[in-house]
């Protein structure tokens, strides 16, 4: 081995130990909630991501795992109905928007299917950065039989410039409620109808139960969940969450 090779393999080694090191000094979680759930609704799954250490975070991804029949967004949804926005952006500190990419190329308007491998990939010449924690909301959608616990686990891969860290998987498991109730508190009445339309005045930060507040099951909450709400108690329709 010539001098100038012994140095880089020297130089290489020594990049190797500092990365280990730092990986070993990596604090990384990954944790999952789910609200309560409606046959056939849909449900925001959302993961915490923290990361400490001595490494920037290059890049993210994950590998998310959906109960049998439950379904994700669409490849396109500005041609798909309903219109949901399938995974979201991530905050990062320098500024770039990398986009999400779910791997998998379904026919148009066909769900993407479990286990689903999302990526955030950055376009730019300069590596995103990216800042913890974070946090992101998968809206999954149910299958019109699902009963008992229905539990959803993530995966999240951490990349450096060199290495690659893996987290635990962190699950949760969502359980059904009754559609209509968005303050879970077991039963509809005026407060259910009351709550969603001061979250849409922004006057509370966010719904108990989003899910069972979603009574047209469109994927989000807004004054049509609230008037079909009011309806029921004014027993003008029998079930509050009854397709139209
Ligand atoms: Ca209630
Ligand atoms: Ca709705």
Redesign the pocket.
Known sequence: MNESRRVKVAAALACLALLGAGLAEAQLTCTATVPDYVPGGFLPVTFDLDYTGPNTVTALGMTVELPDGCQLGWEDESVCEPDITEVPPVPTANAQTPDPVIIGDPPECAPYVSPIEIFWLEEQAEPTVYTFPMQFTLMVQLPSEATAGQTFTGTCRYRFAAGELTTPPAAATAIEGVCG?????G???I??ALAIQQYLAALIPAIPQPALADATKDGTVNIGDALRIRQYLAALIGDPCAAK
């Open positions: 109730d968005a303050t879970g508190n039963t509809i009445n407060g259910d």
